[in-house]
């Protein structure tokens, strides 16, 4: 059983920065590909971003690429969110998500079927 807890999230002023974090239970969470998937109100949940377990390799939607920075720090078990030059549109609840099986240790999924455990999500609310 892996539990994901997500933090950090607010109300920002459009232009502005948050940075989310998840941490992690499970002692293998170093093999765990991660993400962070958003749910805008009425919308779809989509993808927003993944990061491979080595670290090494990352992938951003379209819609956030050059603004949000995913990293992960595995001695703290704990997955970011970096999000800068915020938009009214990236509001929505962030969830993050573990993928505990990826296909490789440079490979992480933009599937939301992939991933095996999800948090609770944390709300991002962007003014403007």
């Known amino acids: 059983q892996v539990q994901l807890v997500e933090s950090g999230g607010g109300l920002v002023q459009a232009g502005g920065s948050l940075r989310l974090s998840c941490a992690a239970s499970?002692?293998?969470?170093?093999?765990?590909?991660m993400g962070w998937f958003r749910q805008a109100p009425g919308k779809e949940r989509e993808f927003a971003a993944a990061?491979?377990?080595?670290?090494?390799?990352?992938y951003y939607a379209d819609s956030v690429k050059g603004r949000f920075t995913i990293s992960r720090d595995n001695a703290k078990y704990t997955v970011y969110l970096h999000m800068n030059s915020l938009k009214p549109e990236d509001t929505a609840v962030y969830y993050c998500?573990?993928?505990?099986?990826?296909?490789?240790?440079?490979?992480?999924?933009?599937?939301?079927?992939?991933?095996?455990?999800w948090g609770q999500g944390t709300q991002v609310i962007v003014s403007s």
């Open positions: 998500a573990a993928d505990l099986n990826p296909p490789s240790p440079w490979i992480a999924s933009i599937e939301q079927g992939e991933y095996d455990y």
């Open positions: 499970g002692r293998t969470f170093s093999t765990y590909a």
């Open positions: 990061i491979s377990w080595m670290g090494a390799n990352t």
